[in-house]
């Protein structure tokens, strides 16, 4: 028997992913291009509107107030991708209402003042102008870190081994809205995760006209199916003596949007009224604005590997952060009721699709602008049960996870202190978090219970975060254990190129500002 040679049981480690039909600055077609931009649309809808339904009726709010809540959060949300696609990191990331913002709203929602309005609208509209105030404020911390290029400055302390838990913990640590979510409604999830999966896994050489039309339209041909086969359940009445939570999973007719929703309606600026100030409320935001910060730079990580660019240098980084903040403050100008980071499935829908295309993220964002206007359109693809949405996350959400793996093969995994650091960080990014939660779900409070709110929703943000978490735990111990002696082990050696912008020829060809806009604002 013949020996085995060395290429025939490990890989080379390649700076950018091999495999994808479209890398960043390459586009399809145009009607290609639009129905791909489409497809980012729908995906980006679940959280648009799973957290409006979830903030609004504890605000006090009516069908009605969500509907705009929403409108406004997909129009912003449309906007700020545009200002990212063109003037931030440059990278293909739909730019969508973050989860990380709950434990400040939610401290402002139960604000004693505001709890003894006993007018519900006039209490949901209190609450939305406390909400903007703390946004607007809160908003600086990105504007700062980004534009100041501080964040540039921390990011020289990262490495290949201490990204790994961050970006893996951005896909791992939503794990709570995928399966959980999907068991709401068995009959209708499964049968979605089961059709995506075969569409865009199985049956992904199947094409017409060159183009492998399963693969690449796998989740808007699977939504259509399941949602209508959905909608035959509703009108048959097969949920007609189920529970109340089982009606609002599984029903089509239950998000009452589509008779809430005007034909059209632009939203504006200071909308709700004059924001509100109070600085308790504006310190705890600042975390989730940390907490948004540190999400999104591990997110952009898994953007450019599969958008198929060099990992992001420290100042395009930066420049990204300091936008994100922008958009930050014009949630809190429009009142989005949330503040905004990347929207992890769009950027594990890039790698379904195995289009990277930064055009198609801007016709993704024409589409949330518009259909936000035209409300009673938008509000139709808005009715879509969440549990489909659930049962595509638990694709998106684990592939984005992986791609963080991925990073380990710049690094040396024979060695025991890199085992010991990818290990601990990724546990505990994942148990501190199930820890506040629980404690949380049964106590009603955080583990951090002072007299000053402030610092509990600060402390208790911080720690409900896996990304967070993860960074905090990989970067101090990647900085402290041996480090002089292992930058070869780290994966320091590959790093060093990309952290400059003229560390690497690829990086103007995938990061320089359009309309030549770098003669005014220069790498830095």
């Not at 909400?131 to 020289?156: D, K």
């Not at 808007?220 to 209508?228: D, F, G, Q």
């Not at 808005?382 to 380990?408: D, K, R």
């Not at 690829?506 to 309309?515: G, K």
Request: aromatic content about 12%; overall charge neutral; charged content about 15%.
């Amino acid at each position: 028997m013949a020996a085995v040679k060395p290429e025939e049981i490990s890989h080379a480690p390649m700076d950018q992913l091999q495999g994808l039909e479209y890398c960043i600055d390459s586009n399809p077609s145009w009607g290609e291009a639009i129905a791909l931009g489409f497809q980012h649309y729908i995906l980006a809808l679940g959280t648009a509107v799973m957290i409006p339904s979830f903030l609004v009726p504890l605000m006090g709010g009516s069908d009605d107030d969500k509907v705009r809540v929403v409108q406004t959060l997909l129009f912003v949300g449309g906007i700020n991708t545009v200002l990212q696609t063109l003037f931030g990191t440059r990278l293909p990331t739909v730019i969508g209402g973050s989860w990380a913002f709950l434990v400040p709203i939610i401290s402002i929602i139960h604000d004693p003042s505001l709890e003894r309005i006993t007018d519900p609208h006039q209490r949901f509209l209190s609450t939305m102008r406390a909400i903007q105030g703390a946004l607007i404020v809160a908003s600086s911390v990105q504007i700062i870190l980004g534009y100041s290029q501080l964040w540039a400055i921390c990011s020289r302390f990262f490495s290949p081994l201490g990204m790994v838990p961050v970006i893996s913990l951005v896909g791992f640590g939503l794990f709570d809205r995928g399966f959980p979510v999907v068991g709401r409604c068995v009959e209708i999830g499964i049968p979605m995760f089961i059709l995506f999966v075969a569409f865009s896994q199985y049956l992904k050489h199947f094409q017409t006209k060159q183009i492998p039309v399963l693969e690449r339209f796998a989740l808007v041909i699977s939504v259509t199916v399941i949602w209508a086969y959905a909608h035959l359940l509703t009108a048959s009445g097969a949920y007609k003596h189920h529970p109340e939570l089982t009606q609002r999973n599984c029903r089509t007719d239950k998000a009452n949007l589509i008779s809430s929703a005007p034909w059209i309606k632009i939203p504006y600026p200071l909308q709700w009224g004059a924001p509100t100030f109070d600085a308790g409320h504006a310190f705890g935001m600042m975390a989730a604005v940390l907490v948004s910060l540190i999400e999104s730079t591990g997110a952009y990580k898994a953007a450019s590997r599969l958008a198929s660019a060099t990992p992001p240098p420290a100042h395009v980084l930066s420049r990204g952060i300091g936008w994100q903040g922008i958009g930050i403050l014009l949630d809190g100008l429009f009142g989005t009721g949330t503040g905004s980071t990347v929207s992890v499935e769009n950027i594990g829908l890039l790698g379904t699709t195995r289009v990277g295309s930064r055009r198609v993220i801007q016709i993704a964002a024409g589409f949330m602008i518009f259909f936000s206007i035209l409300g009673k359109f938008g509000a139709l693809f808005a009715s879509i049960p969440f549990t489909i949405f659930a049962a595509v996350y638990c694709v998106m959400f684990g592939l984005v996870a992986s791609v963080g793996l991925s990073f380990l093969q710049f690094t040396n995994m024979n060695s025991m202190r890199n085992l010991f650091i990818t290990g601990v960080s990724i546990f505990l990014g994942l148990s501190i978090p199930e820890y506040f939660r629980e404690y949380t779900a049964a106590a009603l409070h955080g583990p951090s219970h002072t007299k000053a709110g402030w610092f509990n929703d600060f402390l208790n943000t911080i720690f409900l975060s896996s990304p967070t978490v993860g960074l905090l735990v990989a970067v101090f111990l990647d900085n402290t254990l041996e480090y002089k002696d292992s930058a070869v082990d780290r994966g320091m050696p590959w790093w060093a190129k990309f952290r400059a912008f003229k560390g690497d020829s690829r990086n103007e060809e995938f990061y320089t500002l359009p309309f030549n806009l770098n003669r005014f604002f220069p790498p830095s």
